[in-house]
């Protein structure tokens, strides 16, 4: 397994940016090309919630955008002012996060769910998605 401390560092920095005035729940997510290059994202909300992009798709998003289209990792680090994640916990993706990866990665995928004090814990797309409607990316 690989050493993701810096990509977890990078979400951080990325989550810093998180536009999250109604929820208070700030997300940041750092992915990693095959070729080395990082992509930042952060949830950016609206009002009305169903507008609200999360921190993984905009990574995704700027990626593809840039043209790229081979992905290695993500990071996701996620905490708000009055939520229920606390210190040492994890920020897992959500379902529709999760159904954007199967579009752009392949079942190794490596979702690196980061928390405070440095720590984070590792999972491949095929774990976090062991039921899926689409087969997974090649």
Same mark, same amino acid.
């Given at each position: 397994? /690989?050493?993701?401390?810096?990509?977890?560092?990078?979400?951080?920095?990325?989550?810093?940016?998180?536009?999250?005035?109604?929820?208070?729940?700030?997300?940041?997510? /750092?992915?990693?090309?095959?070729? *080395?290059?990082?992509?930042? *994202?952060?949830?950016?909300?609206?009002?009305?919630?169903?507008?609200?992009?999360?921190?993984?798709?905009? /990574?995704?998003?700027?990626?593809?955008?840039?043209?790229?289209?081979?992905?290695?990792?993500?990071?996701?680090?996620?905490?708000? /002012?009055?939520?229920?994640?606390?210190?040492?916990?994890?920020?897992?993706?959500?379902?529709?996060?999760?159904?954007?990866?199967?579009?752009?990665?392949?079942?190794?995928?490596?979702?690196?769910?980061?928390?405070? *004090?440095?720590?984070?814990?590792?999972?491949?797309?095929?774990?976090?998605?062991?039921?899926?409607?689409?087969?997974?990316?090649?």
């Amino acid at each position: 397994m /690989a050493d993701y401390s810096m990509l977890v560092q990078k979400a951080y920095e990325a989550q810093k940016r998180s536009y999250c005035p109604y929820s208070h729940w700030a997300v940041g997510a /750092a992915l990693l090309t095959k070729e *080395g290059r990082i992509y930042l *994202g952060c949830n950016i909300e609206n009002n009305t919630f169903t507008p609200t992009v999360c921190a993984e798709r905009v /990574a995704f998003f700027k990626a593809v955008f840039e043209g790229e289209r081979d992905f290695v990792a993500i990071a996701i680090v996620g905490n708000g /002012a009055d939520s229920p994640i606390q210190d040492g916990d994890i920020c897992p993706p959500c379902g529709v996060c999760r159904q954007v990866m199967t579009e752009f990665c392949s079942p190794d995928f490596e979702i690196v769910l980061g928390s405070h *004090g440095g720590k984070y814990e590792v999972h491949t797309l095929k774990e976090l998605m062991p039921v899926v409607s689409l087969p997974l990316k090649q």
